[in-house]
């Protein structure tokens, strides 16, 4: 009601003063423009309505959950990610039958985002192997930065001339959908029997990508608010971003595994890291970060906490890297985010549909170009033909897509949709190019193709 209220004096306001302004002595303008006042009240009072009944809300966050977990089971089963099951659902609550109007959705976009965010993130760093990693750091940051740039420059010529957009929104595009998704590929890795160091440099280079996405992404928001770039900004911004990621996450990870160790048998002791992670994530946007850097480096640390321990010579804390908690939490986050990435979904403007299909195929081709470049004869042929396919965009870039509307960017709306169908096309890639691999020969008995369920013996009934 409140924000009823402040909409309609501002709106008040604003018309009040251009009357004033220009048609102080002109009765019939005076008239026309409290027409105009009271069609927008009118459209500020549709807006602000209730989403939907109590009663259709827990029904769908029923369906939702539902939904996600069938989804999770297929997708260990067949390999094909649950996200495009949960965007789809969201298509047929929102746009097709209209339950939630995408209007309330926006409203509750920047928390919902940050939440996402910040436990996807987390995630990402507690499912990371530091001892695989080393092994395969180097392929990794080759194959994270050179696919990076060579995707946003793709999406960025594409948007700027088949779009129409100027440079810097086409840029932003670009630096939304560059990376893979760490949120699918941790996920897939985990369903496919390539070797361990492949395993490790597709679950970091995802990671890195979600961080070089997120960190990139927040410099051009407020490039495109500010009205200029430059290089020298984006450089220092970004050292910023790395220096306070870092700092905060090795700084508060380390003795936060040390204190968690005298919380081992409390009650709270994940919920308790879970507030000391909201807190990092405040004080990384404090002095510039995004907070996507210090989640994943305090995930890294507690989930690595065996090996650390080791080095710095404490028991161990107990806060698993399979804490039932956790993977609640990370689920509902997950499976709720993709639906309402759904919600905002529309088929108006077929230009943007192509558009995604497109740039997305266009991705695939440069992906295949970049793992030739990247990998070298260490790494088996079935290795590379599922490095070669590992596109998905996911979590990550839905979650940067929703912020130009919070921040009212120019082609806001337009983001959330290119994303969406930009998304579902790069899983879709994925799924049967990972299909695909199955025909691919393995270099060893114990390794190559995808794990299929041992068959019993002959004999052993």
């Keep these: 009601m409140n924000y009823v209220i402040l909409s309609i004096l501002s709106v008040l306001r604003g018309q009040i003063q251009e009357i004033s302004i220009f048609d102080k002595f002109d009765s019939g303008i005076i008239i026309e423009k409290m027409n105009e006042i009271q069609e ?18 827990l029904l769908a966050a029923g369906v939702v959950i539902f939904l996600g977990v069938a989804g999770e089971a ?16 969201g298509v047929i609550i929102g746009p097709v039958l209209g339950i939630i109007q995408p209007e309330a959705v926006i409203q509750i976009v920047p928390y919902f985002a940050a939440l996402a965010l910040i436990i996807i993130m987390f995630d990402g760093g507690l499912n990371l192997d530091i001892k695989h990693m080393i092994k395969t750091v180097h392929f990794a940051f080759t194959l994270a930065i050179l696919g990076f740039v060579l995707s946003v420059v793709l999406v960025t010529l594409g ?72 290089f020298q900004t984006l450089e220092e911004t970004l050292g910023r971003a790395i220096v306070v990621g870092l700092v905060l996450g090795f700084g508060v990870g380390i003795p936060w595994m040390y204190v968690s160790t005298k919380l081992a048998n409390a009650q709270h002791g ?23 850097l210090t989640a994943l480096v305090f995930g890294l640390m507690l989930g690595n906490k065996s090996h650390l321990a080791r080095v710095l010579k404490f028991k161990l804390p107990k806060i698993e890297t399979d804490d039932p908690t956790h993977n609640q939490l990370t689920f509902l986050v997950r499976a709720f985010f993709f639906v309402f990435v759904g919600l905002m979904a529309t088929f108006g403007q077929i ?35 599922v490095t070669y396919v590992m596109i998905p965009r996911g979590l990550a870039a839905a979650v940067l897509a929703t912020y130009p509307i919070t921040m009212g960017l120019p082609n806001a709306e337009a983001y959330p949709q290119i994303v ?30 995808f794990i299929k369920p041992p068959e019993d013996p002959p004999n052993s009934k």
Excluded: C
């Design 40 to 57: 927008l009240i009118s459209t500020i009072a549709v807006q602000d309505g209730p989403i939907a009944g109590a009663h259709v809300i």
């Design 74 to 89: 297929f997708f260990k089963k067949t390999g094909i990610p649950d996200v495009a099951f949960l965007m789809i659902l």
């Design 159 to 230: 948007a700027h001339y088949a779009l129409e957009w100027v440079w810097l929104d086409s840029i932003l595009l670009g630096a939304i959908v560059g990376g893979s998704s760490s949120a699918i590929v941790f996920g897939l890795v985990r369903n496919i029997r390539v070797s361990d160091e492949t395993k490790s440099m597709l679950s970091f280079e995802s990671a890195l990508t979600d961080i070089l996405s997120t960190i990139v992404a927040f410099i051009l928001f407020e490039a495109i608010l500010a009205g200029h770039f430059d």
């Design 270 to 292: 994940y919920m308790l890291t879970l507030g000391i992670l909201f807190v990092l994530f405040f004080l990384a946007n404090s002095f510039g970060e995004s907070g996507a």
């Design 351 to 385: 230009e943007y549909v192509v558009f995604g299909i497109l740039i997305t195929i266009a991705i695939y081709f440069g992906r295949t170009i970049v793992g030739k470049i990247t990998l070298t004869k260490r790494f088996s042929k079935l290795d590379k033909n």
């Design 420 to 449: 969406f169908f930009i998304i579902l096309s790069s899983v879709i890639i994925t799924t049967i190019g990972l299909g695909k691999t199955k025909n691919t020969p393995p270099p060893e008995s114990m390794e190559g193709g």
